[in-house]
C-alpha cells in the first residue's frame, strides 16, 4: 500500500481522535492525560482506516465515518490498557512505551481504559444516520462485536489459558482469534459501511472480508512473536511461547502457519469482488498485512 | 414509601436484567456468571427505580423505560465491581458477600466490569425513540454521565484522595459527589423521563431534582459509614475514617451533615411541582432515602 495514503489517513484519524478528546488539562488531568498517552502512543490505527475505506468502497463519504472510526480506536486502545494490567497480561512495554499502569499506577489504568470505552459510544452516539441505519444499529453493532460473547469473551479464554500447559485445540484458538481480533476489525469495516448506507448483501460481503483479514491478522502477530525482535515489535517477544501459550506457530508450526495467514488473505481479496475498483484499498490493507514485520 | 411498591418495582427490573444478560452459562461461563454474581447481590435498584417513576411522572409508561433502567443498572454495578479492586479501594465485602474479584479473582473481575459497562450500552440502544429523543440522545445522556468528566472523574479525585491526609475543600468534596453520584442518578433519572417524551423543560425540572437526590444520598451515605454497624450496611463500616478520606461528617460533624441531607431533600421536593400528583412516587423516594438506616 502507499505510505503516504496510510500516513495521511492515520493523520486524519489523530486529528479526530484529538478533537473527540477532552483537553488534557480538563478536570481531572491525570485521567485525561493518561487516556490520551494510550491513545497517541504510535498505533498502527488499522481500525479507523479499515471504517473509512471500507465507507469509500461502498460510495460513501470520508467525513460520515469519521465518528465510528475515533469510536473504534478508543476501544481498542481500551482493550491493550486493561490487558497490559498485571492481572491480566503483564505487561510493562507498548509499542516501545512504558504501559499505562507502569506510567500512572494501576488504579488510574482500570479508570483510564474504562473512560476510553464510554468514550467510544458517546462518540459514537454522534455518527449521521443513514435511511437504513440509525445510532441505534451502530451502538449495538459496536457493543456486540466488542462485548461478553466477543472480544472480553475472548480476553477471558485467553486469560484462563494462561499458566496452564494445555494448549487450545485447534477450533478453540480459532474461535479466541476470532473473538479477540477479528470481532472487532469487523465491526469496524461494517460500521464504515454502514454510515455509506451499504445493502445488506454488501454488509455481508464485508463480514467475511473482516472475519478472514481479523484471522490472518493474528496468525500473523503469533507468527512475529516467534521470529521478530523486540526492537522491531516495541513490544516482549517470545513472551508467548514462554507462557507455554496456544499460538498458531505452536500447534502448527511455522510453515503451516504462514499458509494459513496466506489463505485467508485470499479468502479476504476473493470477498471483495463484488465492489470491483471501489475495493483497492482494502485489498491493499490485506496485502499489507500479510507482508508486515513489525 | 410503600414496601410492597419497591418490591414489585425490584422484581420487574431483576426480570428484565434477566432477560437482557446473556445465560450463565453462555460461552465463556466464568465471565458470564461473575456479571450475573454482581448483578443479582440484592443490590436496592434505586437507579432504575428512579428511571421508571420518572417515565410515569411524565405520563409516560414503565414499559419504554425498562431498557434504560436495566442499562443503568449495569453501569452501576461495574463501577462497583472495578471500585472494589484491589487497586481501588480494595474492598473483600459488599452487600455481604464476597466481591466479584474475590470471588472470580481480578482479572476476570476488570472484564466483568467492562462486560456490564458494554453490555449497558447495548441494552440502551434498544430503548424506542420518541419524537424528541433518539438514540443518539439516549446514548450522549448516559456516556456524558459515566463518562471521564462525571462518574470516572469522580473515582479518580477518590483514588487520589486515599492515602493523604489532606481533606478536600467543601467545594472539592461537593464535585466529587456530584461526579459520583448525582451525575448517574440524575442521568437514570433523566433517561426515563426522555422515553415519555418529556419538554425540555421538565427535564431541567428532574435534572434539579436528581441533583439534590443524589447528593443528599452521598451524604447520607457518609453518615450511616460513621453511624451504622458492617452487619446491617453489609459492607465494611469505618473504612472512610481509616483512611482518612474525606466525606461530610468529617468535615462538617455529624450534625451538619443531618441538617445538609435534610436541605438537600426538600431541595428535591420542591423541583418536583411541576408535577402535581403525578411525581408522588419521586417524592417518596427521597423521603425513604432520608429516612434509610442500611
Redesign the interface.
Known sequence: MDAAYLETRCRLVDKTLDRFL?KAK???A???EA?RYSLFAGGKRLRPVLCLAAAEACGGTVEAALAPAAAVECLHT?TLV?DD?P??DDDDLRRGMPTCHVKY????A??A???L???S??I???TP?TSRY???SY??E???A????HL??G???D??GEGTDVLLSPSQLRYLHESKTAALLTAAIRLGAMTANATPARLESLTVYGRSLGLAFQVIDDILDVTSTTEKLGKSVGKDEATAKSTYPALFGLEKSRKEAARLTSQAHNALKPFGKKAAVLHEIADYLLGRDY
Open positions: 477532552p480538563t478536570r481531572p491525570t485521567l485525561h487516556m481500551y486493561h494490567l492481572c491480566m499506577g494501576e488504579g488510574i482500570v479508570l481504559g474504562d473512560a470505552l464510554t468514550l459510544f458517546e459514537l452516539a454522534q444516520p440509525g445510532v441505534g451502538v449495538s459496536l457493543a456486540v466488542s462485548g461478553s460473547r472480553i469473551g480476553q477471558v479464554l486469560l484462563e
